[in-house]
């Protein structure tokens, strides 16, 4: 025997949610509804067969004619039926058939051939529907969805149009009929006119869609008007199935269109390879064409005789590489990716390969591009080796120009200047200096004895290469070489000369370097020395200024000695005017070793004679200054370390006052202003701190060593103080507006001030939201978290976390207020109205006075409800507008 329970639980493609034999029982409406559309389900294929059935639990008793619809709607054979009358042939035959539908997949539980014999409705009804899930209902996919959800989300895409049809599933969403005739007009628009269609007439809704169904359709009517509309909840297995049959009605024509559509994409896929085949021979054709042309063009290797024209034709060729070549490679490359793209297309489209014409095949293109690079690369290294032979022959006959023209420039003149006897009436530094300057010479001529040799092995190439004007070099050549020869004969004549004459005046050469080596160092002193005294200096402290008196008084204590370094260099140089005297010895020329003369120490010596009494004169001038400096700095400081701890000291005061306050309102506020009053008379010490902080400035003093305080500090602390003692009254004035708008007593306050104070932790006057939740909870609140954040968006609004002294009294008080709501405003402007909805303009007119009416229409909306009459005005909305969006 097969499990009933299978069926409506283990069917792998379904899952019911209401099975309606769960516990065998069944609904008497549901059941007769499932009688008839089951009924006339299986007709619809028995009569394939030209049979139907009438009783469905007494007609398949016998199991020929439930064999026979298993064979119609599946289309295959089943076994051969036993033909005997007996129980056992028919229990046999009902088996084969239970047999074949566990086969396709479906695991029939509590459903036994036995019950089907003895006609049990329950169970055949049971075997129908599994059936009807089998055939008609699980190959249905739509959207990656099958079955009874493929079929409901196919309702709801075709319905989907269809503003007053909302399908969402199988029983109520189908009773008004208008689901029914949108699928109907949606794929046969001209069998219904959806447009008369009513939502409240579903009796016409329903019968309209099963006559047209069954008159132009070919489905059977499968369900009663009157049963769908009657019952509350209409059978969903028989509205499935009646559905299904809509779905596998209208398949046809949905193949018809898939069939259609795929045609046309073949056509478009056919006449797009077409196009492509097309368009690759007339690119092939082209781009051949090109390589044609080109290839004889870079063959050509007939040479230039100019380096112009060669460079012309080198230029052809960048030309054709940079603006030609490039675009006629990207046709190729567009070329074989349009070739590799049509034969993708035509494998995967079925279709044969592209086969181009004779010559035009991608490898052939391949070929005449690989002549034209190989044509190509030969063009450019013969354009380069000609390029560059023309280019040396060029560069050597400019090099040896640039050469020879360099050497002839270094020649002219070094005859005569070694023929010269200038040694002869030559001082000793003279002929010193004519001796290094000689040696140099000979190092000079030695180093370009490497140039001379370099113009010889550069006349000799460009003969070997042929240079056309060979002659003129050869001969410039000759002159440099013989010109050479003579140098060198002439340099060592006159090298010998200095050096005998060089003997003869060493002594008096001693005695100018020793001049030179005291002289200079000694001139460097003096220049050091006024440099030093007639340098600038700036300085901000007696310290710094002491500091360089002190440095100067030791510089002038060097001075005497410094002075017998002079007269010793003086008597050097007078010792070298005897010996010139004495030995006649020709002295035209001037110290070879130093530019310093006698004269010129003697001058620098007077001058730092002179700079010596300034330098003090300015020092003690300076020195003066600082000292007034010093005297205004700890005048400034005496008062700032005086006013700033005031400052402080009366800032705190005022914060234990905000904090301790005694008394009635009224008394702080008198205590507050007298204190602040009392402020306000210091005001003259800060304005005498200003001008002597002015006199600092104007004196240039940037820092000030005796206090900490700056005139800046001094601003702000008294700013501030100013500040806080404005705020403070401010917050008692504001406490004894509240007091009296609420009514709050000097007794509440007090003990609101005590309550803020113990919960202010920090001593702040500021209670933070921590301690202010604390404070709630010991005073009977019961608090969760929303109630607090509510709490807290009251009391701090701009939600810094921090709860002042008049938020906690305006939240304390706020039960015993005495405040006008918007209920009571708009109760208030009903009485003036007369009971009325809405107010009208003479009526504000003449119970408000004019500016206060005028701004009431002003600001009023227009009334809009159903009793609204013209020139009527919204008082209900202008009421709440006054007080937010809700009255705390």
């Given at each position: 025997?097969?499990?009933?329970?299978?069926?409506?639980?283990?069917?792998?493609?379904?899952?019911?949610?209401?099975?309606?034999?769960?516990?065998?029982?069944?609904?008497?409406?549901?059941?007769?509804?499932?009688?008839?559309?089951?009924?006339?389900?299986?007709?619809?294929?028995?009569?394939?067969?030209?049979?139907?059935?009438?009783?469905?639990?007494?007609?398949?008793?016998?199991?020929?004619?439930?064999?026979?619809?298993?064979?119609?709607?599946?289309?295959?054979?089943?076994?051969?039926?036993?033909?005997?009358?007996?129980?056992?042939?028919?229990?046999?035959?009902?088996?084969?058939?239970?047999?074949?539908?566990?086969?396709?997949?479906?695991?029939?539980?509590?459903?036994?051939?036995?019950?089907?014999?003895?006609?049990?409705?329950?169970?055949?009804?049971?075997?129908?529907?599994?059936?009807?899930?089998?055939?008609?209902?699980?190959?249905?996919?739509?959207?990656?969805?099958?079955?009874?959800?493929?079929?409901?989300?196919?309702?709801?895409?075709?319905?989907?149009?269809?503003?007053?049809?909302?399908?969402?599933?199988?029983?109520?969403?189908?009773?008004?009929?208008?689901?029914?005739?949108?699928?109907?007009?949606?794929?046969?628009?001209?069998?219904?006119?959806?447009?008369?269609?009513?939502?409240?007439?579903?009796?016409?809704n329903l019968n309209t869609a099963f006559d047209v169904a069954e008159k132009y359709l070919d489905i059977p009517k499968m369900l009663d008007a009157e049963d769908i509309i009657s019952t509350l909840?209409?059978?969903?297995?028989?509205?499935?199935?009646?559905?299904?049959?809509?779905?596998?009605?209208?398949?046809?024509?949905?193949?018809?269109?898939?069939?259609?559509?795929?045609?046309?994409?073949?056509?478009?896929?056919?006449?797009?390879?077409?196009?492509?085949?097309?368009?690759?021979?007339?690119?092939?054709?082209?781009?051949?064409?090109?390589?044609?042309?080109?290839?004889?063009?870079?063959?050509?290797?007939?040479?230039?005789?100019?380096?112009?024209?060669?460079?012309?034709?080198?230029?052809?060729?960048?030309?054709?590489?940079?603006?030609?070549?490039?675009?006629?490679?990207?046709?190729?490359?567009?070329?074989?990716?349009?070739?590799?793209?049509?034969?993708?297309?035509?494998?995967?489209?079925?279709?044969?390969?592209?086969?181009?014409?004779?010559?035009?095949?991608?490898?052939?293109?391949?070929?005449?591009?690989?002549?034209?690079?190989?044509?190509?690369?030969?063009?450019?290294?013969?354009?380069?080796?000609?390029?560059?032979?023309?280019?040396?022959?060029?560069?050597?006959?400019?090099?040896?120009?640039?050469?020879?023209?360099?050497?002839?420039?270094?020649?002219?003149?070094?005859?005569?200047?070694?023929?010269?006897?200038?040694?002869?009436?030559?001082?000793?530094?003279?002929?010193?200096?004519?001796?290094?300057?000689?040696?140099?010479?000979?190092?000079?001529?030695?180093?370009?004895?490497?140039?001379?040799?370099?113009?010889?092995?550069?006349?000799?190439?460009?003969?070997?290469?042929?240079?056309?004007?060979?002659?003129?070099?050869?001969?410039?050549?000759?002159?440099?070489?013989?010109?050479?020869?003579?140098?060198?004969?002439?340099?060592?004549?006159?090298?010998?000369?200095?050096?005998?004459?060089?003997?003869?005046?060493?002594?008096?050469?001693?005695?100018?370097?020793?001049?030179?080596?005291?002289?200079?160092?000694?001139?460097?002193?003096?220049?050091?020395?006024?440099?030093?005294?007639?340098?600038?200096?700036?300085?901000?402290?007696?310290?710094?200024?002491?500091?360089?008196?002190?440095?100067h008084e030791q510089f002038k204590a060097t001075l005497p000695e410094a002075d017998k370094e002079r007269q010793a260099i003086l008597g050097i140089h007078n010792e070298i005017a005897k010996i010139?005297?004495?030995?006649?010895?020709?002295?035209?020329?001037?110290?070879?070793?130093?530019?310093?003369?006698?004269?010129?120490?003697?001058?620098?010596?007077?001058?730092?004679?002179?700079?010596?009494?300034?330098?003090?004169?300015?020092?003690?001038?300076?020195?003066?200054?600082?000292?007034?400096?010093?005297?205004?700095?700890?005048?400034?400081?005496?008062?700032?370390?005086?006013?700033?701890?005031?400052?402080?000291?009366?800032?705190?005061?005022?914060?234990?006052?905000?904090?301790?306050?005694?008394?009635?309102?009224?008394?702080?506020?008198?205590?507050?202003?007298?204190?602040?009053?009392?402020?306000?008379?210091?005001?003259?010490?800060?304005?005498?701190?200003?001008?002597?902080?002015?006199?600092?400035?104007?004196?240039?003093?940037?820092?000030?060593?005796?206090?900490?305080?700056?005139?800046?500090?001094?601003?702000?602390?008294?700013?501030?103080?100013?500040?806080?003692?404005?705020?403070?009254?401010?917050?008692?004035?504001?406490?004894?507006?509240?007091?009296?708008?609420?009514?709050?007593?000097?007794?509440?306050?007090?003990?609101?001030?005590?309550?803020?104070?113990?919960?202010?932790?920090?001593?702040?006057?500021?209670?933070?939201?921590?301690?202010?939740?604390?404070?709630?909870?010991?005073?009977?609140?019961?608090?969760?978290?929303?109630?607090?954040?509510?709490?807290?968006?009251?009391?701090?609004?701009?939600?810094?976390?921090?709860?002042?002294?008049?938020?906690?009294?305006?939240?304390?008080?706020?039960?015993?207020?005495?405040?006008d709501t918007a209920d009571q405003v708009m109760a208030s402007f009903k009485v003036l109205a007369g009971d009325k909805n809405y107010i009208l303009a003479d009526e504000l007119r003449r119970e408000?006075?004019?500016?206060?009416?005028?701004?009431?229409?002003?600001?009023?909306?227009?009334?809009?409800?159903?009793?609204?009459?013209?020139?009527?005005?919204?008082?209900?909305?202008?009421?709440?507008?006054?007080?937010?969006?809700?009255?705390?």
């Amino acid at each position: 025997m097969h499990n009933m329970d299978e069926y409506d639980g283990e069917i792998d493609y379904m899952h019911q949610e209401d099975d309606w034999d769960r516990d065998l029982l069944l609904d008497p409406a549901w059941e007769k509804q499932q009688r008839k559309t089951f009924t006339a389900w299986c007709n619809s294929h028995l009569r394939k067969a030209g049979t139907q059935i009438e009783n469905i639990e007494e007609d398949f008793r016998d199991g020929l004619k439930l064999m026979l619809l298993l064979e119609v709607i599946s289309g295959e054979r089943l076994a051969k039926p036993e033909r005997g009358k007996m129980r056992v042939h028919k229990i046999s035959n009902v088996n084969k058939a239970l047999d074949f539908i566990t086969g396709k997949g479906v695991k029939l539980v509590s459903i036994g051939a036995e019950e089907i014999v003895d006609g049990n409705a329950k169970m055949t009804l049971g075997m129908i529907w599994t059936i009807i899930l089998r055939f008609a209902i699980q190959d249905i996919s739509v959207e990656e969805t099958s079955a009874k959800e493929g079929l409901l989300l196919w309702c709801q895409r075709k319905t989907a149009p269809y503003k007053n049809v909302n399908i969402q599933n199988f029983h109520i969403s189908w009773k008004d009929g208008l689901g029914f005739c949108a699928l109907i007009h949606r794929h046969r628009p001209e069998l219904i006119d959806y447009g008369k269609l009513r939502k409240d007439d579903p009796m016409t809704n329903l019968n309209t869609a099963f006559d047209v169904a069954e008159k132009y359709l070919d489905i059977p009517k499968m369900l009663d008007a009157e049963d769908i509309i009657s019952t509350l909840r209409p059978d969903e297995k028989a509205v499935m199935t009646y559905v299904s049959c809509y779905y596998h009605a209208f398949s046809g024509k949905q193949k018809a269109e898939t069939a259609a559509n795929r045609i046309c994409k073949v056509l478009a896929v056919n006449q797009e390879n077409e196009q492509l085949m097309e368009d690759y021979e007339k690119l092939a054709t082209d781009l051949l064409e090109w390589i044609r042309r080109t290839i004889p063009w870079l063959e050509n290797r007939l040479p230039e005789n100019t380096m112009q024209a060669m460079q012309q034709k080198l230029e052809d060729f960048r030309d054709y590489r940079r603006l030609h070549k490039p675009p006629k490679v990207q046709e190729k490359c567009q070329l074989e990716i349009n070739f590799n793209t049509l034969q993708t297309k035509l494998r995967l489209s079925n279709r044969p390969a592209f086969m181009p014409s004779e010559g035009k095949m991608v490898s052939d293109i391949n070929n005449a591009w690989g002549n034209l690079e190989g044509a190509e690369k030969g063009y450019e290294e013969w354009l380069l080796n000609e390029i560059r032979r023309l280019e040396r022959l060029d560069h050597l006959a400019e090099k040896f120009r640039q050469k020879a023209a360099i050497h002839e420039a270094w020649t002219a003149g070094k005859e005569d200047m070694l023929q010269k006897h200038d040694f002869e009436t030559a001082s000793l530094s003279e002929i010193k200096a004519l001796l290094k300057k000689h040696e140099a010479f000979e190092s000079d001529l030695a180093a370009h004895q490497d140039r001379v040799e370099q113009i010889a092995a550069i006349a000799q190439e460009l003969n070997e290469l042929d240079y056309y004007d060979s002659p003129s070099v050869n001969a410039r050549c000759q002159r440099i070489c013989d010109q050479w020869d003579a140098l060198g004969a002439l340099t060592q004549k006159r090298s010998e000369a200095l050096q005998r004459t060089e003997k003869l005046l060493e002594t008096i050469d001693q005695l100018y370097l020793e001049f030179a080596k005291r002289a200079a160092p000694f001139n460097n002193w003096m220049e050091g020395a006024m440099e030093d005294l007639q340098d600038t200096f700036i300085v901000h402290t007696i310290e710094e200024i002491q500091g360089l008196s002190t440095a100067h008084e030791q510089f002038k204590a060097t001075l005497p000695e410094a002075d017998k370094e002079r007269q010793a260099i003086l008597g050097i140089h007078n010792e070298i005017a005897k010996i010139v005297q004495t030995y006649h010895v020709n002295m035209a020329g001037t110290n070879p070793y130093t530019t310093i003369n006698p004269q010129e120490i003697n001058a620098k010596w007077d001058k730092v004679r002179q700079l010596v009494p300034q330098r003090d004169q300015a020092l003690i001038e300076e020195h003066a200054r600082q000292q007034n400096n010093e005297r205004l700095r700890r005048q400034f400081a005496n008062q700032a370390n005086v006013i700033g701890p005031w400052i402080q000291n009366k800032m705190e005061e005022i914060g234990r006052i905000s904090i301790e306050m005694h008394g009635t309102l009224e008394d702080q506020l008198t205590h507050l202003r007298q204190y602040e009053k009392s402020i306000i008379n210091y005001k003259p010490k800060i304005d005498q701190l200003e001008g002597d902080h002015q006199l600092i400035q104007e004196a240039l003093i940037f820092d000030n060593k005796h206090t900490n305080y700056t005139m800046e500090h001094i601003r702000v602390g008294w700013e501030q103080l100013l500040t806080t003692i404005a705020r403070t009254i401010n917050e008692i004035e504001n406490q004894v507006l509240t007091r009296d708008a609420k009514g709050i007593s000097q007794e509440q306050l007090n003990e609101y001030r005590a309550s803020f104070n113990h919960f202010d932790k920090k001593r702040s006057g500021i209670m933070e939201a921590e301690d202010f939740k604390t404070c709630l909870i010991s005073v009977g609140y019961n608090l969760g978290e929303n109630e607090f954040s509510r709490i807290m968006s009251i009391v701090d609004p701009n939600r810094m976390g921090i709860v002042t002294f008049q938020a906690f009294i305006d939240f304390m008080s706020r039960e015993t207020a005495d405040t006008d709501t918007a209920d009571q405003v708009m109760a208030s402007f009903k009485v003036l109205a007369g009971d009325k909805n809405y107010i009208l303009a003479d009526e504000l007119r003449r119970e408000l006075p004019p500016d206060q009416a005028e701004y009431c229409m002003a600001r009023m909306a227009p009334y809009t409800g159903p009793d609204a009459v013209p020139g009527a005005l919204d008082y209900m909305s202008f009421s709440t507008a006054l007080y937010g969006e809700s009255d705390l």
